[in-house]
């Protein structure tokens, strides 16, 4: 595995959308990021891992007031030489478009969120050894995988020909022509988890073949990517874990278990 020699820039989203989170309403807090997961917030695990990658040369923490993330049991990550925080701006395309290229965040980028607790370095690494010689480059993960290891995890599943795929919430920018792929990502912003929409923005014809199974998930988004003015890979992960993020009360029951084995392991 060769990950691409640039020094990365990690951008970690822990904001939050509009009106109270219902997984953070019952562990009776304001902000996700920080439900607690197997003894620290959620946010700190993530955290934790990024900065266990050597690639990654500075890691900025995105989100609605986000000093305000850096107190109590998250403190230690104000003394990391490598962590910086931005308040992020109204919904998540534009908080990275904002940002993404700047002296605060210099390409490539790789963003992450905070409700992947389950992230490892590996994980990480794995990812970016599969972004070279992409502007765009998404991370997912098969139903096959996921399936085999946790059959009752739930995830919307994106049809095509060589599988089903959830995305693992790891996506590369490496270069300005990823701000294209930043303002489309605006416009489908909304439907991210009404798999229809999302793929009829690239054109009936790809609809059609995505909706009939005749195209991969690759080939699709080579197509989407050079209509857009940029070259966009998907990466395929082996890990079944990098596809559960943790948005609903049975979502955290399966991290915690995970993460508590993962302990004593």
């Not at 920080?34 to 040369?57: D, K």
């Not at 997912?140 to 049809?159: C, K, Q």
């Not at 920018?173 to 009404?194: G, H, I, P």
């Amino acid at each position: 595995m060769t990950i691409p020699k640039a020094k990365w820039t990690a951008i970690l989203l822990a904001g939050q959308r509009p009106g109270t989170d219902p997984l953070a309403a019952q562990f009776g807090l304001e902000k996700k990021a920080l439900v607690p997961i197997a003894g620290q917030p959620m946010l700190g695990h993530v955290a934790r891992s990024l900065l266990a990658v050597p690639a990654l040369e500075r890691i900025l923490i995105l989100a609605q007031g986000a000093n305000e993330l850096l107190i109590q049991d998250l403190a230690w990550l104000a003394d990391e030489p490598r962590i910086a925080v931005a308040d992020s701006a109204s919904g998540i395309s534009a908080s990275i478009a904002a940002i993404a290229g700047t002296d605060a965040a210099p390409w490539p980028v790789l963003v992450t969120t905070a409700d992947h607790p389950l992230l490892t370095p590996a994980m990480i690494e794995t990812f970016l050894a599969g972004t070279e010689g992409a502007d765009v480059a998404v991370g997912v993960v098969g139903r096959r995988t996921l399936i085999a290891a946790y059959p009752e995890s739930r995830r919307t599943w994106l049809r095509f020909s060589d599988d089903f795929y959830t995305g693992a919430n790891l996506f590369a920018l490496t270069s300005a022509r990823a701000a294209r792929a930043l303002a489309a990502w605006s416009e489908v912003e909304q439907d991210r988890k009404k798999a229809l929409k999302l793929i009829w923005h690239f054109g009936p014809l790809l609809a059609l073949r995505a909706l009939t199974r005749t195209i991969s998930l690759g080939h699709a988004m080579a197509i989407a990517g050079r209509r857009l003015g940029f070259v966009a890979r998907p990466v395929a992960l082996p890990f079944a874990e990098a596809a559960i993020d943790v948005d609903k009360p049975s979502d955290h029951v399966l991290a915690e278990r995970i993460l508590r084995a993962r302990s004593d392991d």
